[in-house]
């Protein structure tokens, strides 16, 4: 007997085994259950993901002897001809290669006729976004008032491509990419079943480059069976399908907030000397950092938009901590960038050292050094250094020290009106850029409006909203107090407020920093002085 493969082998048969997809089962089971089964149906999604699949369950439940039932048995002959693809009955047509009029034509006139033998005649049109405009019109008539005994059941990938008269006139079920978790579940029975050897980090790293399709995961785990002596490891996986592991793009992204143009592209260089495809790294880059821009947005509170393991998100949560936000934006621009230049230039390498170049040696990048790096670079002094004018996009990374610096000394402030709060704000933000910068980042869109008997307000815009709920956490409040109060040496109390007005009035620059701002079209990103 030939060797099945096991997207084939494990391909639900009933509505039970169909995963991922509840909101759908759900209302194939009520309509069937009542009886009001609508005469067209188009079912849209991914590739993978069981529309094809459900399209054959349905017509089993309806054609099966004992039915219309929500569980076919799979045994009598119309369920068994359905599953092997080959009843009379149960027309499967590739929309892609039967696309013309002719076929359309064809199709009104075999309607006609009664059923050989089951209940319903039924028409499981695949990719039915690819039939012409002339198929479709000539398909319009027939599928808005067909005989009673025949249902049409469309798939497609492509649900715009599908004219609206067509949409119009089926009832329409939208189909989604299926969590990795459900993957994970799914895949481990198969293993247990198959006896295939698998821990759960290459499980994992199956489902996540699956994007969803069980079907891509099934064919992934196929190829990966013949490893299945030895156990499959999560690096086996990574090894065939070209993905950068975890711990490189780590380490890359490390060097790139560290400035470190050297670093990154050693790093590069053993990505690429591992084999691994540098398309794939520029994609798995890209969404590095935009996992890093969910935890620098939302925190804690956005965790579900990532997906991956506790550990996994505790670490990018870390490293979010050492760059500003504007910094993991550029990034991501820079990234983008350098594939669409790759395509145009045939040439995947260089596109993206000249993005690391730009990272670490481009001011403008807002990428910048962790807050201890940035303490440990800061001199000794006895008082606060003044903030140096210049443009946001002027400085050059600071040349490397032969050994560290001492910590820069804690220095208190005399500041007991609003207007002494005000004029060292800079200062203050600074310090607090050197314990956490998140914090620090999101202080900066506020003004001090109102410091009276030890309480400080701080306004945020109406557009800044996002920077003000932050900020205002038991933790954070307690945090910037605890500053506050070591800084300006007295007890201070700290309270949040959104301004009444759309917007606060912007602080006038001084003419120097005015005029290179107008001169390079650029704005200032930060005022922290020594940073």
């Keep these: 007997m030939s060797y099945l493969v096991l997207a084939r082998k494990y391909r639900p048969q009933n509505f039970d085994q169909l995963v991922g997809q509840a909101h759908i089962t759900e209302l194939l089971r009520k309509s069937i259950e009542s009886g009001r089964i609508a005469h067209a149906f188009l ?3 991914p590739r993978g993901i069981g529309k094809t699949s459900t399209a054959r369950i349905l017509a089993k439940s309806l054609n099966c002897a004992k039915g219309p039932t929500l569980k076919p048995c799979g045994e009598c002959p119309a369920c068994m001809e359905i599953a092997g693809s080959n009843s009379f009955d149960v027309i499967e047509i590739d929309g892609a290669s039967n696309r013309g009029i002719d076929e359309i034509r064809t ?16 028409y499981i049109i695949d990719e039915v976004h690819m039939l012409t405009s002339d198929a479709f019109n000539a398909l319009l008539k027939t599928l808005e008032e067909p005989p009673e005994h025949v249902k049409f059941i469309f798939a497609t990938t492509e ?6 008269t067509i949409l119009s006139r089926c009832q329409r079920f939208d189909f989604k990419r299926i969590a990795n978790d459900v993957i994970m579940d799914n895949l481990k029975g198969v293993c247990t079943h198959e006896k295939l050897k698998v821990n759960d980090e290459a499980l994992f790293a199956i489902a996540k480059a699956s994007q969803g399709s069980m079907r891509d995961a099934l064919g992934i785990l196929d190829q990966l069976s013949a490893l299945s002596d030895k156990g499959i490891e999560v690096a086996d996986v990574f090894s065939m399908l070209g993905m950068v592991e975890t711990e490189f793009l780590f380490d890359l992204t490390d060097a790139l907030i560290a400035r470190n143009c050297l670093k990154a592209l050693e790093v590069f260089n053993q990505i690429i000397d591992r084999g691994k495809d540098i398309k794939q790294l520029a994609k798995d880059l890209t969404e590095h950092f935009r996992h890093l821009m969910i935890i620098k947005v939302g925190g804690v509170s956005l965790n579900g938009l990532i997906d991956y393991p506790a550990a996994i998100k505790q670490r990018l949560a870390a490293q979010a901590e050492k760059i500003t936000i504007a910094g993991i934006l550029r990034a991501i621009e820079l990234f983008i960038e350098s594939q669409e230049t790759a395509r145009i230039m045939e040439n ?3 596109p993206l050292e000249v ?3 730009k990272l670490t040696y481009g001011g403008a990048s807002g990428v910048i050094p962790s807050a201890p790096q940035a303490a440990a670079a800061a001199p000794t002094a006895t008082k606060p250094a003044p903030a140096a004018p210049r443009p946001a996009m002027a400085s050059a990374p600071a040349k490397p020290q032969a ?8 220095v208190t402030i005399k500041a007991e009106t609003l207007e002494a709060i005000k004029a060292h704000w800079n200062e203050l933000t600074h310090e607090v850029s050197r314990r956490k ?3 620090a980042t999101y202080l900066q869109e506020g003004t001090p409006s109102e410091f009276k008997a030890g309480k400080l307000v701080i306004t945020f815009a109406k557009e800044n909203t996002y920077a003000k709920d932050f900020l205002n956490t038991k933790d954070n409040i307690r945090f910037l107090e605890d500053i506050f109060t070591e800084k300006l040496n007295a007890p201070v109390g700290i309270s949040l407020k959104t301004a009444e007005k759309a917007a606060i009035a912007p602080k006038q620059e001084e003419p120097l920093v005015k005029t290179a701002l107008e001169m390079f079209g650029g704005k200032v990103v930060k005022e922290w002085p020594n940073a």
């Design 107 to 122: 199709l009104r006139e075999n309607v006609k006729f009664a059923p050989s033998y089951a209940r319903y005649k039924v």
């Design 403 to 410: 050994t560290a610096a001492a910590p820069q000394k804690m």
């Design 348 to 350: 995947l390498r260089m």
């Design 159 to 164: 649900v715009q491509k599908v004219p609206a």
């Design 43 to 45: 079912f849209c999604g």
């Design 355 to 357: 993005a690391f170049a």
């Design 437 to 439: 910068i998140s914090v």
